[in-house]
C-alpha cells in the first residue's frame, strides 16, 4: 500500500476551546489509484491531507492520535529532517489558489527550478532547462520565454498548470490535490482536470483529490471517502456511491447537484450548518441535520459499518438508505 | 524604466527650488546674519552697512534669492563665518557625515533585521516579548539622552571609547555614535521586520516551499525575508536621508564635525549662506534616496513596474 492513514486525530487550540478537526480518519491509496475526499469546509479533509505532508500549523495544530505509513514508514516517527526528503519528492501537493500559493517574486523557472537544485543537487542552469521541460510538459505555450516570467504574468490556468508541474517535478508517488481547479474558470477547469488525470496515468502516480465538487470527481476517482465533522462517514468505489448513497449525507449532497431532468424544481438543500468544531454533536455528529435521525442517533456513535463489497458507511441505518435510493 | 527615471529627476526641480525658496526665507526671518560677525558687541553702523553692502543684504530679498540660486548653479554657495567657503566646509562635513550614516544604516539593517526575523518567528515567546520591550524603551527615550549616556558610561566611567569623536572620524571611532544614530530607527525596523515576517510565515507561498521539502534555512532566506523586508527596505531608504540630517544632536554630544555640527553653527552664528547650501544638498540626498528606494522596490517586487 501506497499511503494509509489509521485513526488519525487532529486538534487545534483556539481561543474558543479545542477544535476536533480531524477524529479518527482512515483511508488508503495505492499505487496509481485515485481516491476522492469530499466534504463541506471544516470537514477536515485539507487538514487530514496537511498532516499526511506535514504541513500542518503547529502550533496551534496537533496531531494527537494515529498513524500514518507511506511506503511502510510512519512518518510521525520519524526524524523532521527525513521527512522533509519525502516532501516534494516522494509526495507533493498541489494547493488550490495558485495565485497565493506561487512566490509572487520568484520567477516560476526559479520556483520550478528549485526542485531540482533542492531534491537533486543540480546547477541552477540545468534545473532552469528542467523546467522549461516541465512547463512544455504541462503545455505551456513558449515555454522557454516564459519561464522568465513571475506568478501575476500568467493566467488562472496556466498558474495552476504550473503548480501542478512543481508538485510533478520529481515524479512523486502520492499527490495531493486540494481543491485544484474551485479557484478556476469553468471553462479552464475541465482542461486543468484532465491535464492532471493524464499526467497521473503516466507517472502511475496515487492521487488524493480533495474537493467539494462530486462533478469533478466522478470522472477521476476510483474510490470517494465522504468526510463529515473530522469524520469519514461512507467510503466506496466511485460508481457505487452514484448508484445509491448509503449516508445519507452523501445522498444529500448528491441531491443537491444540479440537473438538468429536474429544471424549474427547486434545488435540494441539507438543512442546517457544518457543526461547530469545538462542540461536535453528541452521537452521529450528522444527526442535527439528518432526515433519518432517530433517538440512537443522538447517543450511540455509528462505527463505519460494512455496506458491501469494499464499502463502509457510518450509519446506525446504512440499509433503509442503500435500499431507499 | 527610462522614462520615469527622467520623470522623476524633472520632477525633482520644482521641489528643489521650493526647498530652497522656504529656508531661504525661513533663514532670513531667523535675525540678522551681520549682527553674529562682531561677537558680543553689536556692530557700528558704519561696518554694517558696508558688510551689507558687501554681501548684497541691502537688496531686496528675492533679488537676493536669485543672485544665490545663480551662485549655487556655477558651485558657488558662498562664504561660512569664517570666512571659509561653503563648498570648503561640505567637502569636510559631509564625508563624516556620510560614514556616520553608513555605520548607523549598518546596525538598523544588521541588529534590526535580525532582531526582527528572530522575534517574528517567535511571536509571544519571551524573546519577544523582551525585545519589543527594549524597542518600545530604544523608541521612547530621546536620542540626547542615551547618547549622553552612553558617552559617560563608555567613554569616562569605563573608559572602552574615546568621549569625543577625532577631526578626522575613523570609522572605529564611530561607532557608537553611530549606533546612538540609529538607535530609534532600529528600534523601528526590529518592529516592522517582525510584523511583516509573522504575517508572511502564515502565507501560502511559505507553506507550498515547505510543501516543497525545501529545507527551513531557504524557507526563511529565500521566500519569507525575500517578500518581508520590501517595507523594511523602504523604510530605511527614507530614513538615510534623515539620518544624515537628523545628525545633529548625535553630532553634538561626540563633537562630530559633520553636517550636523555645521549646521548648528551656521544656525548660531546666522549665517544664512552654510545654512541654506547645507540643507539645500540635505533636501537633494533625501530626493535621491528616495528615487533609489522605488526603483529598488520594482527590483525586489517583480510585480511594481514603471513606465
Redesign the interface.
Known sequence: MLLEVRDLHVEFRTRDGVAHAVNGVSYEVDAGQTLAVLGESGSGKSVTAQAVMGILDTPPGRITGGRILFQGQDLLTIREEERRRIRGAGMAMIFQDALSALNPVLSVGDQLGEMFVVHRGMSKRDARARAVELMDRVRIPAAAQRVRDYPHQFSGGMRQRIMIAMALALEPALVIADEPTTALDVTVQAQVMDLLAELRREYRMGLILITHDLGVVADVADRIAVMYAGKIVESAPVHDIYKAPAHPYTRGLLDSIPRLDQKGRELYAIKGLPPNLTHIPPGCSFHPRCPMARDVCRTDVPPLYEAGEARGSACHFWRECLHDH | MGRYVVRRLLQMIPVFIGATLLIFLMVNVMGDPIAGLCGERACDPATTAQLEKEFGLDKPLWQQYLTYMGNVFTGDFGTAFNGQQVTELMATAFPVTIRLTIVAVLFEIVIGVTLGVVTGMRRGRPVDTSVLLATLVVISVPTFVTGLLLQLLLGVQWKWIKPSVSPDAALGELIVPGLVLASVSLAYVTRLTRTSIAENK????V?????????RH?VVT??LL??SL?PVITFIGTDIGALMGGAIVTERIFNIHGVGYQLYQGILRHNTQTVVGFVTVLVLVFLVANLLVDLLYAV????IRYA
Open positions: 502564515r502565507s501560502d507561498y507553506r507550498t516551499a515547505v510543501a516543497k521539502g525545501l529545507p531557504r529565500r521566500h525575500r517578500n520590501i525586489l517586487d517583480p510585480r
